[in-house]
């Protein structure tokens, strides 16, 4: 263990030395957002104000609140406690998918792609399938052979990846998380925390793509034998809460019940990340921080 935090802590250093010899710096923060600014103008989003009200109580170990368009903090709870996040993590494997490039290259899924357990979409050796098409099915039905399989495809070993979303959290400003694998399986040396998922989760909700797929309610997935499975998507709030949008569950016994959340209403835009809550607390816990900072508004912003 101390080895391989003694390579985490390496790694960190490297990288940040080259975003600093290459001009490789996280984008720029400004006193409202320690994110930086948004880049995705394609609706005028307004800026979430903080509601007068007090949040709600939540069961959930860990929360925040973001503004999309600003990065401004509306909400947090042990916010920067290091915890693993379970399946909420391929919300970076996604990222690191679409920055290698050529989406539409073809994945040869091979034996140990489906070493893993225990959500899977049920890949044989051989199959022939787009990385496109691949993505789709982690981000909505977040099965753990499609993520080793985009994995070995994009980098040549889960090793390699691992390594891959380290570089890519990094640069992103994600400066508590370590990532071992593109799934969220339970490994006690991997963690990130609720802002540092807030921060990648910002990311991916700048991508057309991605929302596309996380917003996806249901979908039929064909195989390449010709048979075809329907595919829900594991965010509930999909259908019980009118303005939730995506974007990313996960859970393990380790990480308790986790849950990225985003929802748009009356053109403001939030993130809602809570982690190591319970089955029946998840869903309303991030419904509740959804309500809290849509629908109830400092009057007059």
Wanted: hydrophobic letters at 40%; glycine letters at 6%.
């Amino acid at each position: 263990m101390v080895r391989r935090y003694l390579a985490y802590w390496s790694f960190l250093l490297i990288i940040l030395a080259l975003a600093t010899s290459c001009g490789g710096n996280p984008p720029p923060r400004s006193a409202s957002s320690p994110y930086g600014p948004a880049s995705d103008d394609r609706q005028p989003l307004r800026v979430a104000a903080i509601p007068n009200q007090p949040p709600p109580p939540i069961a959930g170990e860990s929360a925040i609140v973001i503004d999309v368009v600003s990065g401004r903090v509306l909400y947090a709870k042990n916010a920067d406690v290091r915890r693993e996040v379970a399946s909420t993590q391929k919300v970076v494997t996604a990222l690191c998918v679409l920055a290698a490039g050529n989406i539409d290259q073809q994945v040869t899924i091979t034996a140990s792609d489906t070493d893993c357990e225990p959500t899977k979409l049920g890949l044989k050796p051989g199959e022939v399938y787009t990385r496109r098409e691949l993505l789709k099915v982690l981000m909505v039905k977040s099965a753990n052979d499609v993520g080793r399989a985009l994995a070995r495809d994009v980098a040549g070993s889960q090793e390699g990846f691992s390594m891959m979303m380290n570089q890519k959290a990094a640069n992103l400003g994600m400066r508590n998380s370590y990532f071992l694998n593109p799934h969220g399986l339970p490994d006690a040396e991997q963690f990130s925390t609720a802002r540092d998922m807030a921060i990648a989760a910002r990311a991916a909700y700048r991508s057309p793509l991605l929302r596309s797929y996380t917003s996806t309610k249901a979908y039929r997935f064909q195989f390449n034998n010709g048979a075809t499975r329907l595919l829900e998507n594991t965010n509930r709030l999909l259908k019980t809460v009118p303005y939730c949008d995506g974007m990313k569950t996960g859970t393990t016994n380790r990480a308790g019940r986790c849950l990225i959340s985003t929802g748009s209403l009356n053109g403001r835009s939030v993130i809602v990340v809570v982690l190591k809550s319970t089955t029946p607390h998840i869903w309303t816990d991030s419904s509740k921080l959804l309500e809290w900072a849509l629908e109830r508004p400092v009057a007059g912003s």
